[in-house]
């Protein structure tokens, strides 16, 4: 089997000074793409935008609307780094969403909060993936940065759209619950996937059923598990500083939805460390299965040898060069010799399985 090499995750050279946008992930020709969500209890606008420079145009301090905006493609940083600027951002929170390596944290300042979060959802390709998206909430105003198009929040824009729910009567501050809480409910998606894989493996392990490249399946699922964990695990005290926290861009009326978030969180990692400790699980029974194999194999080795052993003594005995050998020259000795061959045959296989040993 080939050796896999780790691929190099970080492109950001030491020494750069702080708050340096670098982006570090692998998608380097990833389209820009923004787009504009304007809405009250009464309309919704959405628009494509051109440029960066149009999304400046929405920042505006009306009560009565909130205004998401998603800029997908981390890799244009020079768009990054204007957002920011307009929104008056602090330069360290901006080379964090560029970063794909950060672990998830929450920033908090007067006028806006930061969150960096990993959106999983498989590929049937490419298997499990991680994408790095940051969340800032602001004065009627979210951003959103993707690391690539596509996302959980097509059922978030219908909402919008269709003026379902209380998505369009509630603030900011929902709408930023609203994306959260979009993304850790696909959590649950990887969950059940990830329940899924481990269950086929012990079928297989059970019905004798597993490849020969089993080992290298409970490998990767071990590693799909971790980078999950790694993902998700620090997403409860993120959620949970969020809850107790009196910041005021977040509206006491909103706090129970981040209730709901956190149990979903508490949850979600629970039935991680459990996967995870059947994953481990799946590696002792592979083992003790390959062992018991083994030992099969073993025990029909010694089976047929020990079987075999009276015959060589008595063939050996009478193989030795001795003219005056008693039952040498007796005219029925060969048939006699094979009969009690063929007596103490049967008679062991008849004992071994006496015994249970066959």
């Known amino acids: 089997m080939p050796k896999k090499h780790r691929s190099k995750k970080s492109k950001q050279k030491p020494g750069l000074s702080p708050g340096t946008v670098v ?6 020709t990833q389209k820009l793409f923004i787009e504009a969500f304007n809405y009250s209890p009464n309309h919704s606008s959405e628009k494509e935008l051109l440029a960066i420079e149009d999304a400046y145009a929405y920042k505006s301090e009306r009560d009565t609307e909130v205004t998401w905006i998603n800029i997908n493609g981390l890799n244009h940083t020079n768009a990054i780094e204007k957002i920011g600027e307009h929104y008056n951002i602090h330069p360290l929170i901006l080379e964090d969403i560029a970063n794909t390596s950060q672990r998830p944290k929450m920033d908090e300042f007067n006028d806006y909060i930061s969150i960096n979060m990993k959106m999983l959802y498989y590929d049937k390709d490419k298997g499990l ?18 690391e690539a198009e596509g996302d959980v929040f097509d059922e978030l824009r219908e909402r919008i759209r269709h003026g379902k729910g209380r998505i369009r009567t509630m603030g900011s501050d929902y709408l930023f619950y609203a ?39 409970i490998q990767d699922l071990k590693r799909e598990i971790l980078r999950v964990r790694r993902s998700i695990f620090p997403l409860r005290d993120i959620i949970n500083r969020i809850e ?27 039935n991680t460390e459990v996967y995870r400790e059947m994953v481990w699980g799946l ?15 073993v025990k029909v080795l ?20 001795f003219d005056h050998m008693p039952e040498l020259h007796h005219q ?4 006699i010799l094979l009969i009690i061959m063929i007596v103490m045959v049967a008679f062991m296989i008849y004992y071994f399985k006496r015994k249970r040993w066959l």
């Open 23 to 28: 982006y570090t992930g692998q998608k380097e």
């Open 129 to 146: 993936i991680s994408e790095q998206i940051s969340l800032i909430l602001g004065h009627n105003y979210v951003l959103t940065f993707q």
């Open 179 to 217: 994306l959260i809480d979009s993304i850790v409910d696909h959590y649950y998606v990887i969950i059940e996937t990830l329940g899924d894989k481990i269950e086929e493996l012990e079928d297989n392990l059970f019905n004798g059923t597993a490849k020969d490249n089993i080992p290298t399946q």
């Open 244 to 270: 107790k926290n009196e910041h005021p861009l977040i509206d006491t009326k909103t706090l129970p939805f981040f209730q709901d978030v956190y149990d979903h969180t508490t949850q979600v990692n629970e």
């Open 283 to 297: 590696m002792d029974m592979y083992m003790t299965t390959l062992s018991n194999k083994m030992n099969e194999v």
């Open 302 to 321: 010694t089976i047929m040898s020990t079987v075999f052993i009276p015959l060589t003594f008595i063939a050996g005995i009478y193989g030795m060069n």
């Open 332 to 335: 029925y000795s060969y048939p």
